[in-house]
């Protein structure tokens, strides 16, 4: 069970409000007296059983780095919550926010032998963080790293599992505007390899979401994902219900969902078809820590 309160974090002056892509927008609504999206980070761990030093983890990254300087995706897939961190330099070769920093951060909880790639021009990486990774029953064995893609007439990323073995290709994105480029955004969602040209793609461009900020369509290696960028406060909890999250942070937003008006947020899902019908593999939402 959630502690009552305890995973409340309140806004202060001169919070930063940015989306996953650590891009800036101005708060939809009053910000005093809300909440942080950390908050639902602390629910979400809170909600999973997550033990103390994961927890801990996440307060070391934010103490070292700053404030609002993490993007967290809490995710769900096959009934069970995991936990990913997200980190964004775009001076890429000349970055502050780089793969050693994070790691120096996570040292007192988490160990990592991968050889360096710090004359790689990756804008951004990513890992995983779980029980067994933050208590040294295993070490970080796979960081993922996004480089930029250029010449392509459409803004994009090209994402690399970092392994002991080397990088290997994982997952292409692609960014459209949600509201000027919907006919693009349907055309690149069709042209994929699990979907008949029958399909309704409504099951994956969902009617209630279309009008957030920017929409990323994936191509990975099994099957293909779609992100909603920006979405109001009421449109996660859409989300929730609709992806099937658990009843009890489906609850505690609903309660204090007036508490989140003031922020965007971004929601993805990893999805296949089966018997004509989308079927979610795993979704996932984000924000800044």
Known sequence: MIADAAWMEPTQPGDHYADYCQWPYDPPAPTGGKLRQSSLLWAALDA????PNLVAACRELRRVLGPFRTVYGVKLQGGRLSFEFYFYDYARLDRDLSIPKVLAALSPYVQCNLPPVEQRPYFMFSLDLDDAIVTGQSPLAEIDVYLGNPGSTVSSGICYAHRAEGLELKNFYFF???RSEQRHIADKVAA??????????????????????VIVVANKRRHDGIYFSRIRSTQLGQFFERAGWPAELRGLYAQYARRFDHLLFDIGIDYAVEDGGAVILKSAFYGLL
């Open 192 to 213: 994929s390899a699990h979907l008949d040209a029958s399909f309704d793609l409504d099951q994956i461009l969902w009617p209630e979401m279309v009008d957030c900020g």
């Open 176 to 178: 459209f505007d949600a």
């Open 48 to 51: 999973a059983g997550a033990h």
